[in-house]
């Protein structure tokens, strides 16, 4: 049995290693002898743990103290509606709430621990007793969050075959660790040898930029559409990484060229990888897409291409959903489908989209039922379709088509259809958030048939 | 309307939506520092590419990502002008 802490005690001296975040660090060396949960950490032991902090580094120490002594850690992450909170208490059986606020009096959990950027020394710190059940929340298809379980060796999985990293590595993300590709780059952190610089809640980019360079960041971390925002600041200089990672979101060639141009010094790299299944793979060669050669090869991933999904099978996928309602997570032969469409050409796979028509923009997920349910609200508007539109910014954005009722279209007078299109916008602004409102909304006679719906999404 | 005028009512135009303010606009204000976030400097690099049939960050995978407000206004017009070339190009070509 292995935890963070155990593994941080084996490894051969902590001195010098830091946890940065916005507010100040915390020395790795005192955090292995000392407590950010004030007394609380004793009455945590064996209990069902949500871990709900505002701040990062916060989550971070609580995450590494409860590892090995809680039963199950919920890691919430910074976004999720207070609204789900209940049903992810019900059904982990939560029985402990780790808290930088005051959470709500009306969360039928009776413990709550106070957790704080800062350690104290403990009197005693409590022996790692048991394996760790980690349940990362991944948004479903009707807006409630799904509970993936992991263990802290399918966390750690895809490092092992890293190899031995260098001893003055500094890691960086623009993820937040309460993600799967955040918290892929804290184990990496932490089971290396080196330190973790954390983005503090709303901190601008260019002010995250340049404290990555004032503690000489060398791997950072962040999906294409981070990178972007990072290449669109003017502090993009403070930073001269030695290697620079990108996931979450599908890397093109236009942001790996870019960042090849402007860090000459860096190897560039983009990994797929999803809450379910896990890291698959890392793709080095400076190109988009992936070689087809990985498809089918032997390893410590298995990678298939499955009626137009990418599927993987490997010990770093989750170990289940919680939660009946689910369908399982993997196949007959044990693999997971990504439910990413991928397509050859020529040596080489390219991703194309969600298979559920999920957009992704810039890292947030648009379920286009959802927005066209909104758009439908209009007196004037017969049906909707909305789809992902490419773009060089954010990855992609939403993008509505819509069929006015016959009574309510101006043919070709048109004149209506600028009040439509503002009526239908600030239907949005009131009840979606932004990402999910529509860059541009197109009035057209029909849509495509229904059975090329979903190919048509695919655009 | 000139190129800068285009952007700048679309820039105008979506802070509008959005409900959000504006630094004044000039060539060298920072564009991530406008008022504008990425989300909605996404959404302006689309509604100009409906505008002025040009996406200047799109078209080549040798892409450079604009800084300030006059770094975003030059590859409009580069890529405008390019494009205005190309397509006379064409329009001499027979048949």
């Known amino acids: 049995m292995t935890s963070i802490r155990d593994s941080l005690a084996r490894a051969s001296g902590c001195s010098g290693r830091s946890l940065w975040g916005a507010a100040g660090g915390i020395s790795l060396d005192d955090l292995l002898c000392g407590t950010a949960l004030g007394g609380g950490a004793a009455q945590l032991t064996g209990r069902s743990v949500l871990v709900a902090t505002r701040d990062q580094l916060t989550a971070a120490l609580a995450l590494i103290e409860l590892d090995g002594s809680a039963r199950r850690l919920i890691v919430c992450p910074p976004d999720i509606s207070p609204e789900h909170l209940p049903a992810i208490i019900a059904t982990a059986g939560v029985d402990a709430i780790v808290s930088d606020h005051d959470p709500d009096d009306r969360l039928a959990v009776a413990l709550r ?75 990496r952190a932490l089971l290396g040898r080196g330190s973790f610089v954390l983005c503090g809640a709303g901190e ?237 909304i197109r009035f057209v006679p029909a849509l495509e048939m229904a059975a090329a719906v979903k190919l048509a999404r695919h655009a | 309307m000139s190129i800068r005028s285009t952007v700048i009512s679309e820039v105008e135009q979506i802070a509008a939506e959005n409900k959000k303010g504006l630094a004044p606009l000039t060539d060298q204000l920072v564009l991530l520092d406008s008022g504008l976030d990425s989300l909605a400097i996404a959404i302006l690099v689309a509604r100009l590419e409906e505008a002025l049939g040009v996406d200047p960050f799109s078209e080549s995978d040798d892409v450079s990502y604009p800084v300030t407000l006059g770094d975003f206004i030059r590859s409009y017009e580069r890529s405008y002008e390019n494009a205005a070339k190309h397509h006379d190009v064409d329009s001499r070509q027979p048949g």
């Open chain 1, 113 to 187: 621990v106070r957790c704080s950027p800062q350690v104290t020394r403990a009197k005693s710190v409590p022996r790692d007793r048991c394996a760790t059940e980690w349940l990362l929340l991944t948004s479903g298809t009707t807006g409630a969050p799904k509970m993936v379980a992991h263990s802290f060796a399918s966390l750690t999985a895809p490092i092992g075959g890293s190899p031995r990293q260098e001893g003055d590595v500094v890691w960086g993300t623009f993820y937040d660790i309460r993600r799967y590709g955040g918290l892929q780059i804290f184990f």
């Open chain 1, 204 to 440: 601008p980019i260019g002010d995250f930029l340049v404290r990555l360079g004032s503690h000489g960041a060398t791997h950072v971390s962040g999906t294409p559409s981070h990178w972007r925002r990072a290449l669109m600041s003017p502090h993009a200089r403070a930073i001269a990484p030695r290697y620079v990672r990108l996931s979450g979101e599908i890397a093109d060639q236009g942001i790996l060229n870019a960042l090849r141009t402007f860090y000459p010094q860096a190897r560039v790299g983009h990994a797929f990888a999803s809450t379910e299944a896990g890291v698959g793979f890392e793709v080095n060669d400076g190109l988009e897409g992936f070689p087809a050669s990985l498809v089918g090869a032997p390893g410590d991933v298995h990678i298939r291409v499955h009626d137009g999904s990418l599927r993987l099978r490997s010990a770093r996928n989750a170990v289940g959903y919680l939660g009946e309602e689910h369908p399982a997570l993997t196949d007959d032969d044990g693999f997971v489908d990504t439910g990413d469409m991928v397509e050859r050409r020529g040596d080489r796979y390219y991703f194309l989209g969600r298979r559920s028509g999920v957009i992704n923009v810039g890292g947030l997920k648009v379920y286009p039922e959802e927005v066209e349910a909104a758009i439908n609200r209009h007196p004037a508007v017969r049906m909707s379709m909305v789809r992902p539109r490419r773009s060089p910014i954010t990855g992609a954005l939403v993008i509505a088509d819509v069929v006015l009722k016959r009574e309510s279209d101006p043919g070709t007078a048109g004149g209506p259809l600028v009040e439509y299109r503002q009526e239908i916008l600030r239907i949005f602004h009131e009840r979606l958030a932004a990402h999910k409102v529509p860059a541009t």
